[in-house]
C-alpha cells in the first residue's frame, strides 16, 4: 500500500548537478514530515535532507548545506532533491523516508556516483 519510488540517480563528474525525485503513494502526503538519506558502502545511514509537511521548514547537516536542496509537491505527492556541485564523498545510494507513529517507510533506493 505504502510505495516510494525514487528516480534521478546516476553517474556525474565532480561539480556536477542531479535531482532525485521520489513519487509516493498509500499516504496522505501533505502531512507527513519527508525526508532523503543516503547510505555508502561500509558507512551508517545519513540523514540529508528534512522537510516539513507544509514545505516552510527544511534541515541539512553540514556536509551538504548550500549544495542541496529539498522540496516538495504535495499535489503531485512527489519529493525532491536537487544536488549542486557535487563531490565524490557524495556517492551513495539515496533513499526518500518518512516515519508514522511505529513505522518508517523507505524507497528503494536510487544509486548516485559522482567520479571522474
Known amino acids: 500500500q505504502v510505495q516510494f519510488v525514487e528516480s534521478g540517480g546516476g553517474l556525474v563528474q565532480p561539480g556536477g548537478s542531479l535531482r532525485l525525485s521520489c513519487a509516493t503513494s498509500?499516504?496522505?502526503?501533505?502531512?507527513?514530515?519527508m525526508a532523503w538519506y543516503r547510505q555508502a558502502p561500509g558507512k551508517q545511514r545519513e540523514l540529508v535532507a528534512q522537510?516539513?509537511?507544509?514545505?516552510?521548514?527544511?534541515n541539512y547537516p553540514d556536509s551538504v548545506q548550500g549544495r542541496f536542496t529539498i522540496s516538495r509537491d504535495n499535489a503531485k505527492n512527489t519529493v525532491y532533491l536537487q544536488m549542486n556541485s557535487l563531490k565524490p564523498e557524495d556517492t551513495a545510494v539515496y533513499y526518500c523516508?518518512?516515519?508514522?507513529?511505529?513505522?518508517?517507510?523507505w524507497g528503494q533506493g536510487t544509486q548516485v556516483t559522482v567520479s571522474s
Open positions: 523516508h518518512t516515519k508514522r507513529l511505529f513505522s518508517n517507510y
Open positions: 522537510i516539513t509537511s507544509d514545505g516552510t521548514s527544511t
Open positions: 498509500g499516504i496522505i502526503f501533505d502531512i507527513y514530515t
